[in-house]
């Protein structure tokens, strides 16, 4: 299977509510999903916040200085609480990061190719592919089926 990146000038179908949200063909997706205590409410409200008034600041289309910066204050912020431990951190049991990782390899090879996963105690990181012929949309049910095993 040849590994294509994202390609911001191929065609990109853009979903809610469906992961990935923003899909390609035979494009490489990196997926992070948390469990829904992994983020403290006061500190998602207070990400929100400062995010709202940020953007309010930074209309875009942004410069590479703000894109950097954005991602820095923003994208990094998620990833450290993540990194924190916060929650439940249910996927710490080993029946539990087991049910998500058989999860996530179901359709390796058929529907998808499973580059590299890890589950962290709160949150979950994978690195996959899409078949060739297969919708990206295809791979939503069974992230959908590790949302219910985790819940």
């Not at 929100?48 to 008034?53: G, P």
């Not at 991602?71 to 450290?80: D, P, V």
């Not at 990194?83 to 080993?94: E, T, V």
Request: proline share 5%; charged share 25%; net charge negative.
């Amino acid at each position: 299977m040849e590994l294509h990146f994202f390609n911001l000038y191929a065609e990109i179908r853009h979903t809610e509510n469906r992961l990935p949200h923003w899909q390609q063909e035979n494009a490489i997706y990196f997926i992070t999903f948390r469990l829904a205590d992994a983020i403290p409410s006061h500190l998602r409200n207070q990400w929100e916040s400062e995010r709202a008034s940020w953007l309010q600041l930074h209309p875009e289309p942004w410069s590479v200085e703000d894109e950097f910066e954005y991602h820095k204050r923003f994208s990094g912020t998620i990833e450290r609480w993540l990194d924190a431990g916060h929650g439940s951190c249910l996927l710490r049991r080993s029946d539990c990061a087991k049910i998500v990782g058989e999860t996530l390899r179901h359709f390796d090879g058929e529907r998808l190719a499973l580059i590299a996963s890890v589950v962290m105690p709160n949150h979950v990181h994978a690195l996959l592919v899409s078949r060739p012929g297969t919708a990206a949309g295809e791979i939503d049910p069974e992230l959908e089926n590790i949302y219910c095993a985790t819940n």
